[in-house]
């Protein structure tokens, strides 16, 4: 009899697996409900709870706060991504799953502040952050969903990312394990709206035009798009000009896009919104995942994982990162980036065998987590996983690379002398991100052909002979700069290329591709890693400093971390030019107040990167031996 018993709950459990989880199986197996959750201070809360129907065990629930919207709205409609994502498997293992609109969005009530600060300070019920929030949230939802088993996991990528981030710091006891994915984290230094000081226009303006529109009450209805008299943005953002004609077109209603525009430094208003404020004593396992390619928050999730390590050296902390644009570990295979392919399904490896399995662990029981790495980490070139200790590996060895006369980078310095390499920079014709004609930024520029660009004349180009064994880096790149600019400021874009052999060809039985017409791989530039620094925070975020002109003066800053192989038969290529356009705004090469200068302010400036025995230029490449 338990024989026949055993065979019939096999048959069973065999039956939910092999079903096609689709809209009409969500609605039979899953019940919507829709509540308003009321904070400690009052403010109610619109949150979205999709409850399985099977009251035969307890589950344990999965939650994703947005400024987004948990639309559609009403008990009767479900959402799609439920049964479009791989959330499926979450949904055959009887997972609650609750969506809320963050305070002041959508139909939540309140004031919404962007990156609210945390507050680890709270002593009144006034006293109120994203944390507290998260708090009361899920308090509310273990006393009043039926059937939970009292365990509660957190995860949301990009904004959704940094309120996973505040649930983690929240202290609920419930909350046993959060992944952050590409979570929102520093937005001066490095993620969406500024990379080094340097203002990230093109993202920040095609954002705040439409998201940072006023909301008077509570409303299912999204904002106006902004509309744009021509869709080629180069041209566009060219046009219309300095900064503060932006700020024209966008108006006075829209708060934070004044906040962005008078806090041109790195001040307290700043420092209060890092998300890295108060990661001490983290409670629950936590899983930052990100895209080694993500356009918008690469910076967030390498700087969360090492913030927790160094503040709260005892929690469970993990890393993740594949060769994925923002969001395309749950979006596609991850077998390809624009012309560059990965030879796997990078995105299903993620899902299957480390987001489903950290949660089940974590809030099931299920499985062995404990055996995933400290950090797990797609390289790319070498197209491969590896499971690390630590994060950069123990292994790694910063090592400098010099620029040389001739276009040479060499692992030795020059023995020149007052060598240098000059180009004139001219606001009037800024260097492009890209060789098309868009309509907006791209996610795919984060891998394209740089060759356009190397053959700029603003566009300095230098170059390692063919390598003849492979280098692989694993950590952060600082480029440690030496220039003289003529004028009083600059910004510096530094490039890491990996240039693939004449003749070369993806091997098809190996690489696929989506794409119609393939790209000409032969002899392809790829783009690894790109980063800007506004010169003039060279020395300090918090001081800007005016270059004296036609002195020599460094400039170091740091790229985010790469994870890449440059295989043997290839070259390393770097190329350093002052624009990045529209990307970042014009800097107008002097030291004024960028935010608020008129057109006729933006000057052009000679710039010379030195590359002597005295003045050696260098990117410092963290060589995993």
Known sequence: MKKLFALYFLAA??????????????KENYTKKEY?????????????????????????????????????YGEDKYQPRLWNFHWREYLKEGYIFVFQDVRGRWMSEGTFMDVRPFNPNKKTK??????????????WLLKNIPNNNGNVGVFGTSYPGFYSTMAA???????????????????FKGDDFHHNGAFMLCDAFNFYSGFGQPRPKPTTVGPKEFEHYTNDIYKYYLEVGALKNFSKLMGDSILFWNDLMNHPNYDEWWKARDARVGCKNVKPAMLTVGGLFDAEDCFGAWRLYEAIEKQSPTTNNKIVMGPWF????????GSYLGNVRFGSKTSN?????????????????????????????????????????TWPPKEMTPTPIYFNDNAKLSFNKSSSQNSFTNYVSDPSKPVPFTEDVLDGRTREYMTDDQRFASRRTDVITFKTSVLENDLTLA?????????????TDADFVVKVIDVFPDGFVYDTLVYTSDKDNDYLMDGYEMLVRGEIMRGRYRNSFEKPEAFEPNKVTTVKFELPDVAHTFKKGHRLMIQVQSAWFPLADRNPQQFIDIYHCEDKDFIRSEIKLFHDATNASNLILPVLK
């Open 13 to 26: 459990q065999f039956s939910i697996f092999a079903q096609t989880i689709n809209e009409t199986w969500v």
């Open 36 to 72: 308003t959750i009321t904070m400690r201070d009052g403010v109610k809360l619109f949150t979205t709870v999709y409850a399985p129907k099977n009251n035969s065990e307890k589950h344990p629930f999965l939650i994703t706060r947005t400024p987004y919207s948990c639309a559609p």
């Open 126 to 139: 006034k006293d109120i952050d994203e944390a507290s929030d998260t708090y009361d949230a899920v308090d």
């Open 169 to 187: 710091l929240s202290g609920h006891p419930a909350i046993k394990a959060v992944s952050p994915q590409a979570p929102v984290t520093e937005w």
């Open 326 to 333: 923002h969001g395309g570990w749950s979006k596609g295979d």
């Open 349 to 389: 490896y993620f899902q299957n065998n480390i987001e489903i399995p950290f949660f089940n662990y974590h809030l099931k029981g299920k499985g062995n987590i404990d055996k995933l790495a400290e950090a797990s980490i797609f390289f790319t070139g070498e197209n491969s996983w590896r499971s690390l200790s």
């Open 475 to 487: 950590g952060t790149v600082i480029a440690d700069l030496k220039v003289a600019i003529s004028t």
